[in-house]
């Protein structure tokens, strides 16, 4: 059974850190790409983030050089770190594990978790 342990979100002022993490089970963690993608109210799912795969990571522009993704293997845990937040970064992020087709492709989905920049 697959499953996604989310944790991280909470309420942030504008400039402020978070640190997203995703821990799971239920399925061989080296053989998937992990990933985070995000919901904002009234909008579409969108990408966030993704890798390594090939030791390659992969962001969306607008939060690049702020989010980074990792991944601890003996954890089987995949983190998103979030500097500088903005307002804009406020959404439902969402847990994925994927692979390259050849673009990202999530197949498995985690339950989200809310991430909220105000002040």
């Known amino acids: 059974q697959v499953q996604f342990v989310e944790s991280g979100g909470g309420l942030v002022q504008p400039g402020g850190s978070l640190r997203l993490s995703c821990t799971v089970s239920?399925?061989?963690?080296?053989?998937?790409?992990m990933g985070w993608y995000r919901q904002a109210p009234g909008k579409q799912r969108e990408f966030v983030a993704c890798g390594p795969g090939g030791g390659l990571t992969d962001y969306r522009d607008s939060v690049k050089g702020r989010f980074t993704i990792s991944v601890d293997d003996a954890k089987n845990t995949v983190y998103l770190q979030m500097n500088s937040l903005k307002p804009e970064d406020t959404a439902v992020y969402f847990c994925t594990a994927g692979e390259y087709r050849p673009s990202y492709y999530p197949i498995h989905w985690g339950q989200g978790t809310q991430v909220t920049v105000s002040s």
């Open positions: 239920g399925f061989d963690f080296s053989r998937y790409v």
